[in-house]
T-cell receptor, first 114, second 113 residues
């Protein structure tokens, strides 16, 4: 049981390039999230998916798109990377029903945009 | 939306001392308050959480208290050890809707041996 996995671990992009960050969970969770973490700040929500087939914006969605490919996978795409998107990106999942609140986080993707 | 403030931003204690980190939240509908520990280069790991129907929860050396009226909650670590050194985040969420977490800005705890 690997929990939440993310690929790649590190990435360097030039301004204007595109890339997709991958996230997968094997806990049969319904809801998945993408957060970004900037120095000296807490994590901020980019997008989330309450269940397979649904996605919605969080606090900082500009410049990103997401796809909930199936129940296990939730990807984050940067269509035209900007230096302001230099950050560490975390994916998380939650069972998303009943009294289950605990979010499980992946190890993160460190992205640098030059 | 929800706003979570966390203090202090850095905290240095001697091994064996206690450490206290405090957070306040703004949305009275929030009802779930987790604390995460983040070590360098890793994702946040849940260490303890509390729900709004409980005032205090303890797990060995770690405890969390919640004051719903004042909208604040605190993390208490007793008998600190060097391996407690990390960044700690508080967060808040609510059962209605997306259950996404709103995080505080983090506290860097350094336990001096």
């Amino acid at each position: 049981n690997a929990g939440v996995t993310q690929t790649p671990k590190f990435q360097v992009l030039k301004t204007g390039q595109s890339m997709t960050l991958q996230c997968a969970q094997d806990m049969n969770h319904n809801s998945m999230y993408w957060y970004r973490q900037d120095p000296g700040m807490g994590l901020r929500l980019i997008y989330y998916s309450a269940s397979e087939g649904t996605t919605d914006k969080g606090e900082v969605p500009n410049g990103y798109n997401v796809s909930r490919l199936n129940k296990r996978e939730f990807s984050l795409r940067l269509e035209s990377a900007a230096p302001s998107q230099t950050s560490v990106y975390f994916c998380a999942s939650i069972l998303g029903q009943g009294a289950s609140y605990e979010q499980y986080f992946g190890p993160g993707t460190r992205l640098t945009v030059t | 939306g929800e706003n979570v403030e966390q203090h202090p931003s850095t905290l240095s204690v001697q091994e064996g001392d206690s450490a206290v980190i405090k957070c306040t939240y703004s949305d009275s509908a929030s009802n779930y308050f987790p604390w995460y520990k983040q070590e360098l280069g890793k994702g946040p790991q849940l260490i303890i959480d509390i729900r709004s129907n409980v005032g205090e929860k303890k797990d060995q050396r770690i405890a969390v208290t919640l004051n719903k009226t004042a909208k604040h909650f605190s993390l208490h670590i007793t008998e600190t050890q060097p391996e407690d050194s990390a960044v700690y985040f508080c967060a808040a969420s609510k059962s209605a809707g997306r259950r996404a977490l709103t995080f505080g800005s983090g506290t860097r705890l350094q336990v001096q041996p």
